[in-house]
Structures are given as C-alpha cells and as structure tokens.
Antibody, heavy 116, light 106 residues
Framework: QVQLIQSADEVKKPGASVKVSCKASGFNFNSFSFSWVRQAPGQGLEWMGWIDSNNRRSEYSRKFQGRVTMTTDTSINTVYMELRSLGLDDTATYFC?????????WGQGTLVTVSS | SSGLTQDPGVSVALGQTVRITCHGDSLRGYFANWYQKKPGQSPILVMYGKNNRPSGIPDRFSASYSGSTASLTITGAQAGDEADYYCNSRDSSGYFFGGGTKLTVL
C-alpha cells in the first residue's frame, strides 16, 4: 500500500535549519512529484512547494523562496524539505504529499517546534 | 490576484446537504482541489479537478464551479464529515489554500 513515512519531530532554536524527510513506498517513486504543506497551531494549511522526483524540477511558494530547498534521493525513495533561518512562526506540523497538482496521499506529519 | 476565500464556518443537520464555497479569481482558469482535515490527522483529498473523487471517497461528495467560485457539496452529511475543509488551487505564481471552513454536523 502507498505509504509516506516522515522523520521524527524536531525542536530547533531560532536561526537554525531543519531538514524533514519523507520516505515513500508502495508505488513507483520516480513517476511522481511531491508537495510540502504546513499547518501552524490553530492555523490553516499553507502550501510550501513541490518537487518532481524524476527531473528534480521544483516550484516554491514566494513566501519561502530563498529559505526552502526540496530535494529527492531516488536511490532510497525519499524526498526532503529543508527550511533555513527558522523563526518562532515556523513552528508547525509539516506534511509531505504525493503529487504536485493534487496530492492524494500524505505523510503523518512532522512537528517542528522553534523555541529559544 | 492570489487568494482563495472561504466562509470560516458552516453547519448542517445530520443527513442534510451542505455546500462549502471557495471564491477566487484564479478559479476562472484553474480547477480546485478539496481537502478534509481533522485535528491531529493528515489531510485527505476528497475532490480534485472538474469533479473527480479519489478512490475510497463516497459519492456523497461532489464539486462544481460557477465563475470565480468553486463549491464542495456533501449530500447526506454524516457525523464523520465534521472537519475543516480547505480548497486549493493555483495561479501563475504557485499553489495556495483557502483559509478553511469548519463544518459542524448538528
């Protein structure tokens, strides 16, 4: 069955970086793009970007341009999202999804807490 | 301009029909997706494109469009449908979500 398993929750200091991983199984990894969205406590869903696992093409939300990088490692069917220069308002649960246009399967979420 | 607008909250009596709307200029050129989101859970795609349901989503869910408005209709609402619903679309600058609608089933 399709599964997306994300890395464990993280606690970071302001100014630090975080790299969240998302390991896929149960389908042909190379045939899909992957999206990242986040949800801050008590807030709505926020789209961050997507990456094509085949050609590495990516598109990022303007809000995160210059601060986010999404990568893939096709040898281990894993997609990564790195967010740099973390601020307190980056505290959120980050989700990876299969697909760029209409993600249909999602990881369980990774809580990133930014605290001094 | 970017941006999708949703009503913050909508209620429906058990077994009745409810429509959740999403307004935005981008919807004149792009279809919307609809996600169901419950606290502590991952999003669930319930409708995508013109009027497509992923496998496993009951046919009580449907989508429609009129001008700059996309709608998600739930026919025969059930207690398990109580959740936040988000529309999602894109424009030339990327994808974005609406603010979400909290559906309460009475």
């Amino acid at each position: 069955q399709v599964q997306l398993i994300q890395s464990a929750d993280e606690v970071k200091k302001p100014g630090a970086s975080v790299k969240v991983s998302c390991k896929a199984s149960g389908f042909n990894f190379n045939s899909f793009s992957f999206s990242w969205v986040r949800q801050a406590p008590g807030q709505g869903l926020e789209w961050m970007g997507w990456i094509d696992s085949n050609n590495r093409r990516s598109e990022y939300s303007r809000k995160f341009q210059g601060r986010v990088t999404m990568t893939t490692d096709t040898s281990i069917n894993t997609v990564y999202m790195e967010l740099r220069s973390l601020g307190l308002d980056d505290t959120a649960t980050y989700f990876c999804g299969r697909g760029g246009d209409s993600p249909d399967y999602w990881g369980q979420g990774t809580l990133v807490t930014v605290s001094s | 301009s970017s941006g999708l607008t949703q009503d913050p909250g909508v209620s429906v009596a058990l077994g009745q029909t409810v429509r959740i709307t999403c307004h935005g200029d981008s919807l004149r050129g792009y279809f919307a997706n609809w996600y169901q989101k419950k606290p502590g859970q991952s999003p669930i795609l319930v409708m995508y494109g013109k009027n497509n349901r992923p496998s496993g989503i009951p046919d009580r869910f449907s989508a429609s469009y009129s001008g700059s408005t996309a709608s998600l209709t739930i026919t025969g609402a059930q207690a398990g449908d109580e959740a936040d619903y988000y529309c999602n679309s894109r424009d030339s600058s990327g994808y974005f979500f609406g603010g979400g609608t909290k559906l309460t089933v009475l």
